[in-house]
């Protein structure tokens, strides 16, 4: 560090001045400058008590370290260790100089602390919740193309359901997420991006997986239904049973996991079928198939929400980079 440090002698006082102006210590007439790298010699060796060991906690050579103390000895024209002695012993300035070295150096570092908690604090930052399925579509993109527009800006992901989204809004951990379920909160505004067609996980062996074409949800009936996640609730399950219960269309059963990746390793033990966003076909899975619905209304909104009336840019961005995107992939915002 740069930070100059001034003491006034004689030994029955010493004084500091700080000039803010200058961010440095100013002296008063008379004073002697000691810069913070000799007093940091000086305290190893009155606390090593010897040159060789203060050398070696300080990771420098023992020349250099005799010349600065010597130095500093000139400089206050006053001998600060009792050389005849064995151990090194302190003279009775330099028992004066090592009590007040021990504070500036405490204080220094202190101040070099506050610095950093200030930097720190006025770091961007910003937390996006998200549902896991929106990996499989186009959230990767939106975040690589922010973190290209906002370096500096601190971005933390955290996977979520959406309702636990609504609870992380509001109490400040995230300041953005991405979802699927559509709920009324006065607190929160939600955008909807756009609607994802659904399609459905056939295990390989499936009567239909051979089939190219979209697959009626009465065709389905005759299989159990894998569900997903279990809770909390309302969540995407809720979705697709509310898909089924619409079309009178009556699983042979029902089985609620957790997350999506074990609906999918389920689907591949040829346990069930699974409904899922048409996003999530990139996630190429063994013995897992994916066939398109013909149900027009088999869609899954992707909505972003925010807590209502934040005035950060970063949400305004966001939603820019989204509907570039949009645009570039031919995808119909809102719809």
């Not at 309302?234 to 999506?260: I, K, N």
Request: aromatic share 6%.
């Amino acid at each position: 560090m740069g930070t100059i440090c001034f003491l006034r002698w004689p030994l029955v006082a010493s004084f500091f001045a700080c000039d803010p102006r200058l961010n440095r210590w100013q002296p008063y007439p008379g004073g002697i400058d000691l810069d913070s790298r000799q007093l940091r010699y000086f305290v190893a060796v009155a606390r090593e008590r010897n040159f060789t060991r203060a050398a070696e906690t300080l990771r420098i050579a023992q020349p250099p370290l005799s010349r600065a103390i010597q130095q500093l000895e000139e400089e206050c024209g006053l001998p600060l260790f009792d050389r005849a002695s064995r151990p090194l012993s302190l003279t009775d300035a330099g028992k004066l100089l090592f009590e007040q070295a021990v504070q500036v150096l405490d204080r220094m570092e202190e101040m070099r602390a506050m610095v950093a908690r200030l930097r720190e604090a006025e770091r961007q930052r910003l937390g996006v919740g998200f549902v896991a399925s929106t990996l499989y579509g186009y959230l990767p993109e939106v975040i690589r193309r922010y973190r290209a527009v906002r370096p500096d800006v601190e971005l933390s992901l955290q996977e979520m359901t959406t309702i636990e989204q609504l609870a992380a809004l509001k109490e400040g951990r995230i300041d953005v997420g991405f979802g699927r379920i559509s709920f009324n909160d006065a607190a929160i505004e939600r955008t909807l991006l756009r609607n994802e067609k659904l399609c459905v996980a056939l295990p390989l062996t499936h009567p239909l997986s051979s089939r190219t074409g979209a697959l009626g949800l009465a065709e389905l009936a005759g299989d159990t239904l894998v569900v997903y996640p279990r809770l909390p609730r309302p969540s995407f399950a809720d979705q697709v049973l509310a898909l089924f219960r619409d079309r009178d269309v009556t699983p042979a059963a029902v089985q609620e996991v957790r997350e999506l990746q074990t609906a999918l390793g389920l689907v591949a033990a040829e346990t069930g079928i699974c409904i899922v966003p048409g996003s999530v076909e990139r996630l190429r899975r063994d013995n897992v198939v994916y066939r398109p619905l013909d149900e027009p209304d088999a869609v899954s909104p992707i909505i972003m929400s925010t807590r209502r009336g934040d005035p950060s840019p970063e949400i305004d961005l966001i939603l820019r980079l989204v509907k570039e995107m949009y645009r570039k992939e031919r995808i119909e915002f809102g719809v």
